[in-house]
């Protein structure tokens, strides 16, 4: 189970739903629902009540410089965004 959550997401829109209980993270591209909601309660001790997942797939970046085009790809990667029961709370600054 160690390794399923890689990193939380935090963006704007994921702040904002933050108030509501709604929490992004970036997690293993095995990983289904089960584990990453097991994984979450495990380490932050709260109660998960829905999971969504997303796939991202990796795009293609082209740069074009004095000594030519090089080509590369970003990686491959999968959402969750986890739902805590009322109340629950993850304070994912307190160790900064």
């Given at each position: 189970?160690?390794?399923?959550?890689?990193?939380?997401?935090v963006t704007e829109k994921s702040t904002?739903?933050?108030?509501?209980?709604?929490?992004?993270?970036?997690?293993?591209?095995?990983?289904?629902?089960?584990?990453?909601?097991?994984?979450?309660?495990?380490?932050?001790?709260?109660?998960?009540?829905?999971?969504?997942?997303?796939?991202?797939?990796?795009?293609?970046?082209?740069?074009?410089?004095?000594?030519?085009?090089?080509?590369?790809k970003t990686s491959h990667f999968k959402?969750?965004?986890?739902?805590?029961?009322?109340?629950?709370?993850?304070?994912?600054?307190?160790?900064?």
């Amino acid at each position: 189970m160690t390794g399923i959550i890689y990193r939380p997401l935090v963006t704007e829109k994921s702040t904002q739903l933050q108030e509501k209980g709604i929490y992004a993270f970036e997690v293993d591209l095995k990983s289904n629902k089960i584990d990453i909601a097991r994984a979450i309660q495990k380490k932050f001790n709260v109660t998960v009540t829905n999971v969504r997942t997303m796939n991202y797939k990796g795009k293609l970046k082209t740069q074009l410089t004095r000594r030519g085009r090089f080509t590369g790809k970003t990686s491959h990667f999968k959402k969750a965004i986890v739902t805590l029961k009322e109340g629950d709370k993850i304070d994912l600054f307190e160790n900064i």
